[in-house]
C-alpha cells in the first residue's frame, strides 16, 4: 500500500529564511501532493508571511530563542523551549508516514532535524548564503543532502559530505512573466492602490532593508537624500522595516517628495519593475531578486560581530554582476 508524503517545513525569523522555504514547499508539493506542515516562530513578522498560503496543511507557531552564549541567564528558558520542541516534534512526526524535513536554516531547524533523523527521515538543508549558518553547519552530518545556490559554500563543509552537497539554482518567488509589464499600467497601479502620486518621468529610488529594516541603511539614505541635487525628479519607495520608527511620512513630505513607506510586504514585484536604483542590505533573498530584475544596486552589507555572511554574499554577487550591483559602506 502506497503511503502519504509529508513534508515538514522549517523556517523562522526573518523573510530571508520563510520566503525561499515557501518556495521550495510549493514545488514540492506540486511534485508529491503530499500534505506540507510548517513550522515556524511565533513572532508577529513569521505570522504574516505565512498568511494566504492556502497550501500548507498546518502551520505550526513554536517558540525557540536564540543560543544564549555568555548570557546565562538565559539558559533555563532556552532549554524549557528546546525540550519542549523536541517532544512537540516527536508528537507530530509519529502522526505521519513518510516523513520529510527541508530547512533554511534557524535555531528551530536543530531539535526538529534530530527527531527526524531518530525516525529515519529524509533531510535536505538549503544553504542559502554563501556563509553556512551555525544551524546549517551543526546539522551537516545528519542531514541527506544539503543544497546550496553559491559555488563557494562547498568550502565551508566537511571534505566527508562533499558528495551530499548539491548546487541548485536559489529558489525565487518570480518567474519570467513577471517582469513583463507597461509602465504608465503599473503607475496607475501603484498611485491607486497605495495612494500616491508617482509619475511617468521621475526617477523611482527603492530602498531594501530586509524584512526587519536596517536602521544604518535608513540613515545613510537620509544624508543621502539631504544632500541630493535633484530631489524634485525622485519618487521613493521605502521599506524601513519593524525596528525604525522615524516618521518617514513626515520627513518626504518635508521634501515635497512622494513616498511610499512601509515596515513590511510579502509581495513587492510592483516596487522592483519601477525601480531605477534600489539601496539594498545584502540577504541572499534580496540579491538574487535584483539580480533576476536586472535592477542598477548599491548594496551595503550587514557586519556585527557575530555575523559578517552578507559581507561574502555581497562580494560574491558584485564579481558576477559586473555594473550592475556596486558595493558600498557606512
Known sequence: MKRNKTLFVVASGSGGHILPALMLAKKWKEANFGKVIFLTGTKNLDKNILENNNFIDQKIYLNLSKFPGQKILGYPKFVYQLIYCFFKTIFLIKKYDSVSVITTGGYLAIP????????????????????PGKAIKFLQNIATRIDIVFEETKEYFGKKIQNKIFVK????RYSQQDKVFDKDALIL????????????DKRTILILGGSQGSISLNSYFNVWLEQENNSNNIQVIHQT?????????SFYKRLNIPAIVFDY???????YLLADLVFARAGAGTLFELEFFGKKSFIF???????????YNAASMVERNLGLFELKQF
Open 241 to 249: 522595516g519593524t525596528l525604525d520608527k522615524t516618521d518617514w511620512f
Open 112 to 131: 526538529v532535524c534530530f527527531i527526524a533523523r531518530i525516525y529515519k527521515s529524509e533531510i535536505i538543508l538549503h544553504e542559502l548564503n554563501v556563509v
Open 265 to 271: 510586504k510579502q509581495n513587492i514585484k510592483d516596487y
Open 189 to 200: 497601479k501603484i498611485n491607486n492602490q497605495d495612494k500616491v502620486n508617482f509619475e511617468l
Open 301 to 311: 552589507p550587514l557586519k556585527t560581530s557575530y555575523t559578517s555572511h552578507q559581507v
Open 169 to 172: 539554482n536559489y529558489p525565487l
